[in-house]
């Protein structure tokens, strides 16, 4: 249930809760099949784990259309017009000089 939890709050880390939610949600099951533990807790850890896992792939699946989108070289064909794009649908990323 941890690994779930920590999942669901790692999404806002760039996708970086992927990796214990989908540990979490094996674990869980491995539990589950088990039946060794209380099942309540390895249910609740399995349903937050496959949600942070449904979550994080929807939101993987999104950005990556919009980044092949901006990589289009039919839509966009010059590089200055693909920087743009970027910068239009993602505006967290800046071109900056410094490091």
Do not use: H
């Not at 690994?3 to 806002?12: E, R, T, W």
């Not at 850890?45 to 989108?69: D, E, F, N, P, R």
């Not at 970027?86 to 990323?93: A, N, R």
């Amino acid at each position: 249930m941890v690994l779930g939890i920590v999942g669901l709050l790692g999404l806002a880390l760039c996708l970086l809760g992927l990796i214990p939610a989908v540990v979490g949600l094996v674990l869980g099951t491995i539990a589950l099949v088990r039946g060794r533990s209380e099942r309540w807790p390895a249910v609740a850890g399995v349903v937050c784990c496959a949600i942070a896992v449904v979550v994080g792939v929807v939101a993987l699946v999104w950005l990556l259309s919009k980044a092949a989108m901006c990589g289009d070289t039919s839509r966009y064909p010059t590089d200055e017009a693909r920087q743009g794009c970027v910068e239009q649908e993602f505006p967290f990323v800046r071109n900056t000089t410094n490091p």
